[in-house]
């Protein structure tokens, strides 16, 4: 049996196979070294500014603030709309974890019906899921305290102070002052439209009916912002730059609140409406509708029982003095005796004999006096005097 044949290493070979293999595996590690020096002056010098804008964007947010609303005065100083404070509840969707169980579980602790819980889901769909969504619009002290006690079990969900709208005299200047209720779809489609949206960015109000809406571009004020640092929760650690909101302007109105309490007492609860003006300006002291509503309701949002209870009654939400048509009846006399004065067709000596009718020439029609015998001789001030027609 041939002996096995005994192999001589070649050392030389194997040398130079590992000389290779190490320079090959040196020249990967330096390539990735190279690779994570690149990827590391892209990051921290290349895109410097890119990426320190999105930290800060994560680290600071800018917050919108609303300008406080202008307050409306009568002619003799008398505040008629103020502002009040007001706590409301708030819910960022974003940041909560599981928005249906949140309100389940805040409808049990604050009490809040199925109304209110579909009143938010509407607003929510309107709303961008990281901006904030009022669900109730008016705490009681009692409540702002039960929140307060559990909101560390509430992420996304904040107490909201700020001053909403109070109208003292209540249903005495409805038809004058109007109101004020929140925003919804159409309002935003109408500043959208007019380029005032971002003016609104977090007012919650807008002026509906009367002053409050024939001046709302003077009373609403301009927007302000604050620029806040945040946490990884987003909650506000500290301000860095506030650039505060313009209010405002304040307004004074010719009606004097005296004469239009007089004139809601004189009416009684009776149907009717009443104006009263100075002749020497033509300034409105008092107009009054009867009858008229609260307007208070309006602005945190009419609950539907209280809607369909003005709705069911003598149509208070419509503005008789303003809206009404009516025959001015005898009351053009005055004004129709004015004109024939200034075109001089008459004098204040001018008379006629009023015999019951009057016939212009060439027209069939005869316009008969409410005085079947007429009022005999007449100028202009007896004729004012007893009416004639």
Not at 258 to 278: H, N, P, Y
Request: aromatic share 8%; hydrophobic share 40%; charged share 20%.
């Amino acid at each position: 049996m041939p002996s096995k044949r005994i192999l001589i290493k070649d050392h030389t070979a194997e040398a130079n196979l590992f000389a290779w293999r190490s320079l090959i595996g040196l020249l990967v590690v330096f390539a990735m070294i190279a690779m994570v020096l690149t990827n590391l002056y892209y990051l921290q010098i290349s895109s410097y500014e890119d990426y320190q804008t999105r930290s800060n964007g994560n680290r600071i947010k800018v917050l919108p603030v609303a300008p406080n609303r202008g307050l409306i005065y009568d002619r003799n100083g008398v505040l008629l709309a103020e502002n009040r404070p007001v706590f409301s509840l708030q819910v960022i969707p974003e940041e909560t974890k599981n928005l249906n169980l949140t309100l389940a579980r805040l409808s049990v602790l604050l009490k809040i019906d199925d109304d209110g819980i579909a009143d938010f889901h509407a607003d929510m769909k309107r709303i961008r899921r990281f901006k904030p969504v009022t669900l109730i619009n008016r705490l009681t002290p009692e409540e702002v305290a039960i929140f307060s006690a559990k909101q560390h079990l509430y992420p996304g969900v904040s107490i909201e102070a700020r001053l909403a709208r109070y109208y003292p005299y209540g249903s005495a200047l409805t038809h004058v002052l109007g109101y004020v209720a929140k925003i919804n779809k159409q309002d935003l489609q109408k500043l959208s439209e007019a380029g005032f949206e971002a003016n609104y960015a977090a007012t919650y109000d807008i002026g509906k009916r009367g002053i409050e809406k024939y001046h709302e571009e003077l009373l609403h004020g301009e927007v302000g912002y604050q620029e806040v640092e945040v946490n990884n929760q987003g909650r506000v650690i500290r301000t860095l730059d506030f650039n505060p909101p313009v209010p405002g302007q304040d307004i004074v109105l010719n009606i004097d609140v005296e004469l239009q309490l007089a004139a809601e007492k004189a009416f009684a609860g009776e149907r009717g409406s009443i104006v009263a003006m100075d002749p020497t300006d033509g300034g409105i002291l008092a107009l009054y509708s009867s009858p008229s509503y609260d307007p208070n309701l309006f602005v945190h949002g009419i609950s539907s029982k209280n809607y369909k209870k003005l709705l069911k009654s003598d149509r208070p939400l419509f503005n008789r003095a303003t809206q009404g048509q009516y025959p001015p009846a005898s009351t053009v006399k005055p004004l129709l005796a004015l004109a024939g004065l200034e075109a001089k067709v008459i004098t204040p000596e001018t008379q006629i004999n009023d015999y019951g009718k009057y016939q212009l020439k060439n027209v069939a029609r005869v316009w008969r006096d409410h005085n079947p015998w007429g009022h005999g001789l007449v100028n202009v001030t007896k004729a004012i005097e007893v009416s004639c027609d």
